[in-house]
């Protein structure tokens, strides 16, 4: 289905071009409609960009290239079809192509201002001052004992030691090796973690969310030669040395701010010109019929599954967009921003339940690039599923936090959501552009508190300021 509309929304694009000069070869024709080389090559180009990575390398294989032109010339044939019918008079067909032609347009100009936009030298600096932590990085050793209760597996002839033994363990090794013993000796010795051990305690280089937030709050704070006091997580004590410190210099990484804040900077361009543009009473009528309806059926997707699951005992909450709109329509009803999208945090361990108990009311389970998602049967495709991320974990390894798990609330549409502190975590800590408009959205109607803000740890609290210094 996305091949198709790319193909349509190409098709669309060359019908309204000059027909080819004879310099540039024709390799489909269709009736009286020729697509040349050129034309062909910026088709397959399109739909390829929209692939995911391990299928882009065989697209451009001559079998790719071959079914491309067969799909495309299947179209271009129901389309002369369609037009010899008159099917393009009609008026609901008229709109869609109205539509079709502004998403176009729409998607061009986007794309021309995050192109043009450049910005200086000060603006580039000051993003790298407030995410400098991004780029930071340390090298380091542990030695992990572990205590009962641990996930990590006891090792062969090792006795399961309380949570006290095992911080006096710990400490006992962390006197011995202030003393001059050696680390990489013990580490091999006595470290339960022996994936590490083996090679001396040594981890690696590491950035910030790679780690738990007790470990990497140690070891960004630990300075580099000093041996840590033993630091408690849910895996057992670490004692901790940090062997390199550093932050990437902001010449390495300007390349890399700059693809952040283009596209930033073109939004603050779109916003200014649909504040601008000026909307007659009739389509201002529209736009709020319309928004209405999308309003029902999201919630329509999200109370069925719901429901569904609540009758399973099966615990979940609603994240993401949607939530956040169903937080700020009771406050101000004209600050709701509406998604598209439904996303639902569950425990991982509840999936195959979920998946036997939702499948009779027409919910499908699919692994689709990396994302899980149960697509309904009343809206195919992967725009109208329930997107599925786990508590506990994070949804992308980079990421600072994993989804929080707070009790969820229910709202006045009688489904679960969760609260406005986990929303801001997770939004602050996928930080994508659509994150940041949430945040506004949030704290513009007072849900983001004080006591809110003393959760955040420095990295999410600095991306908050930057938040509301566009504001």
């Known amino acids: 289905m996305r091949t198709t509309l790319l193909l349509l929304a190409a098709a669309f694009a060359w019908g309204q071009q000059p027909q080819p000069a004879s310099a540039d070869p024709v390799v489909l024709a269709v009736g009286a409609e020729k697509i040349t080389k050129t034309q062909f090559d910026q088709i397959m180009e399109q739909v390829t960009s929209q692939m995911p990575p391990e299928r882009r390398a065989t697209s451009a294989s001559p079998q790719a290239r071959r079914q491309l032109a067969e799909q495309l010339a299947e179209m271009m044939a129901m389309a002369q079809e369609a037009r010899s019918r008159k099917l393009d008079e009609n008026p609901d067909t008229k709109i869609q192509l109205t539509v079709r032609a502004d998403q176009l347009l729409a998607t061009a100009l986007y794309q021309q201002l995050a192109k043009d936009m450049k910005p200086d030298d000060a603006a580039l600096h000051a993003y790298y001052d407030v995410h400098k932590g991004e780029w930071e990085q340390v090298t380091a050793r542990h030695i992990l004992i572990r205590m009962t209760g641990s996930a990590v597996p006891l090792r062969e002839g090792q006795k399961d030691l309380s949570d006290e033994d095992a911080l006096a363990k710990a400490t006992d090794l962390r006197t011995k090796i202030v003393a001059g013993g050696d680390f990489a000796a013990l580490a091999k010795a006595e470290s339960d973690d022996t994936g590490s051990g083996a090679n001396g305690g040594a981890l690696g280089e590491f950035t910030h969310g790679r780690m738990v937030p007790q470990f990497e709050q140690a070891a960004f704070a630990l300075p580099v030669g000093e041996v840590s006091l033993p630091i408690k997580t849910q895996f057992g004590y670490h004692v901790i040395v940090v062997d390199k410190h550093e932050s990437k210099k902001f010449e390495d990484v300007e390349p890399e701010i700059l693809q952040k804040i283009q596209p ?145 609330t229910r709202t006045s549409k009688g489904v679960l959501i969760a609260p406005v502190a986990d929303l801001v975590h997770m939004k602050l800590t996928s930080f994508r552009l659509k994150d940041q408009v949430h945040i506004q959205d949030l704290d513009g109607v007072g849900l983001i508190t004080p006591e809110i803000e003393q959760t955040l740890s420095e990295p999410l609290l600095a991306r908050l300021k930057e938040v509301r210094a566009k504001e």
């Open 264 to 408: 930033e900077l073109a939004q603050k361009v779109v916003d200014r010109v649909f504040r601008e543009v000026d909307r007659p009473p009739e389509k201002t009528v529209l736009a709020n019929t319309i928004f209405e309806g999308a309003v029902e059926r999201i919630l329509d997707v999200t109370q069925r599954f719901a429901s569904v699951l609540e009758a399973a005992g099966i615990p979940y909450r609603v994240v993401g967009g949607l939530a956040v709109f169903l937080h700020v329509d009771p406050v101000d009803p004209m600050a709701a921003r509406l998604t598209k999208d439904v996303d639902v945090a569950v425990d991982r361990r509840h999936l195959d339940a979920i998946g036997v108990a939702v499948k009779p009311y027409g919910f499908t389970f699919r692994h689709v690039a990396s994302v899980d998602m149960f697509l309904d049967a009343k809206n195919p495709g992967a725009r109208g599923a329930v997107h599925v991320v786990f508590v506990g974990e994070k949804v992308r390894p980079e990421y600072l936090e994993s989804v929080p798990a707070s009790e969820p």
